[in-house]
């Protein structure tokens, strides 16, 4: 089967010329769009290059955020969630560290 790969191209996503291409880029700095840690919590959000899927409207999922948090709610370990635009994987990125440092300041408050 063959796969697509992409490429950033000014903050949009388009299909790579080459699976060279790619690697070019997977292996830079672009790909990694936002990191947010500090001691209670870890959030990262990277372009994959490569879809993991489709969003309900069809399109590759080629942005990803992962989180890891050791407050209370979320001790299961890594959650990831898929995304098919930069802008809505930003924005999540930006909500999920909001969730999260509101969970950290509760659990303080509570102690």
Excluded: C, W
Excluded at 28 to 39: G, V
Excluded at 99 to 108: A, F, N, P, R
């Amino acid at each position: 089967m063959f796969m697509d790969y992409y490429i950033l191209k000014d903050g949009e996503a388009v299909k790579a010329s080459s699976f060279y291409e790619y690697l070019e880029f997977f292996n830079s700095k672009e790909r990694f769009l936002a990191l947010e840690e500090n001691e209670e919590f870890y959030v990262s959000t990277v372009f994959l290059g490569i879809s993991h899927g489709k969003d309900r409207n069809g399109q590759p999922l080629l942005f990803e955020t992962l989180y890891n948090s050791n407050l209370s709610l979320f001790k299961v370990g890594d959650t990831i969630v898929r995304y098919s635009s930069k802008e809505e994987a930003l924005l999540n990125h930006n909500k999920i560290v909001q969730e999260l440092t509101g969970l950290g300041q509760s659990k303080i408050n509570k102690e």
